[in-house]
């Protein structure tokens, strides 16, 4: 039994020593390393190419976010000029309309006469009936409130007349003012708050 151990020892000795073994074992690690690289360049290639469908799908999308968020802007710019419209097209519905403040209110009045009598012992103009289209109250009633006036002129000669003179109700507690749509309304008074605090930034107030 020990010469056969030396035997195959003296036998594995030589082996390992030689070239061919030697040879055998490279092409062996090599192929191995091959095999791997092999698989390692495979999942690579499915990875980029993962990776490049997911880079398409994304600019996809974004293609596509890019085109919905024109369209808003679209329908956003259509809405607003739609909306610009019908505000122009009310506020010239109004050409011929005044707000009056400031007149106490009677129980049975007749605003038609409250305007004339406004107008001819306040402001020195006459206005016949027939100038008077209508004229009414806006708002609900309420004890002690001094709801504002509307009225129409039949026409626009006649409003324009009364505005050039409305200056002599100064101090009198009576205004006279257009008769704006509240978009209109909101501009001027955002226009009217600026314009104070600009006066306020030059006198030091």
Not at 74 to 81: A, H, N
Not at 174 to 181: G, N, P, Q, Y
């Amino acid at each position: 039994m020990e010469k056969a151990a030396e035997l195959a020892a003296m036998v594995t000795t030589d082996l390992l020593k030689s070239e061919e073994f030697e040879s055998l074992i490279q092409r062996i690690i090599t192929k191995a390393i091959e095999t791997k690289l092999d698989r390692i360049i495979l999942q690579l290639e499915r990875q980029e190419a993962r990776i490049l469908d997911l880079e398409l799908k994304v600019d996809q999308k974004e293609a596509e976010c890019k085109e919905l968020a024109e369209r808003m802007k679209e329908l956003d710019e259509g809405q607003q000029s739609q909306s610009s419209a019908l505000n122009n097209l009310e506020q010239y519905q109004r050409r011929n309309s005044l707000r009056i403040t400031g007149i106490p209110e009677t129980p049975g009045e007749l605003t038609n006469e409250v305007i004339k009598k406004v107008t001819s012992e306040r402001l020195d103009v006459t206005i016949a009936d027939a100038s008077i289209d209508r004229s009414h109250r806006v708002g609900k009633y309420q004890p002690g409130v001094k709801r504002a006036i509307l009225v129409k002129f039949v026409a626009h000669s006649t409003k324009v007349e009364v505005m050039k003179v409305r200056r002599r109700l100064k101090s009198t507690g009576v205004m006279i003012t257009e008769d704006l749509t509240k978009p209109n309304l909101a501009l001027l008074r955002k226009s009217e708050s600026q314009q104070e605090s600009e006066t306020r930034v030059v006198y030091g107030w």
